[in-house]
């Protein structure tokens, strides 16, 4: 099963930006659509920006414009791009696949800090 490995969190001011990674230990090629996820504390996980594999994509309407989700099967990754980060951005941040079906497991996530 594929493995995934998120990074790039940090701790950073508002109106920041950070580049997220998620590394698959396998192809992702036959994943149709990726996305990621977040959670803040207290609240349930949600998903945040999907990616297909023709390359369309869709994002919730809080990050719409801010963030930009991209993949690379070549290298097994897919990236998530945040600009204009505010404090209600902080959580903990995920990939994995936006079927449940078939979906492997999640992986440690990678904590985002917007400070005000």
């Known amino acids: 099963q594929v493995q995934l490995v998120e990074s790039g969190g940090g701790l950073v001011q508002a109106g920041g930006s950070l580049r997220l990674s998620c590394a698959a230990s396998g192809s992702i090629s036959s994943l149709v659509a990726m996305g990621w996820y977040r959670q803040a504390p207290g609240k349930q996980r949600q998903l945040v920006a999907g990616?297909?594999?023709?390359?369309?994509?869709n994002y919730e309407f809080s990050v719409k414009g801010r963030f930009t989700i991209s993949r690379d099967n070549a290298r097994n990754t897919v990236y998530l791009q945040m600009n204009s980060l505010k404090p209600e951005d902080t959580a903990v941040y995920y990939c994995n696949t936006v079927s449940p079906l078939g979906r492997p497991d999640w992986g440690p996530g990678t904590q985002v800090t917007v400070s005000s």
């Open positions: 990616i297909f594999s023709g390359g369309s994509t």
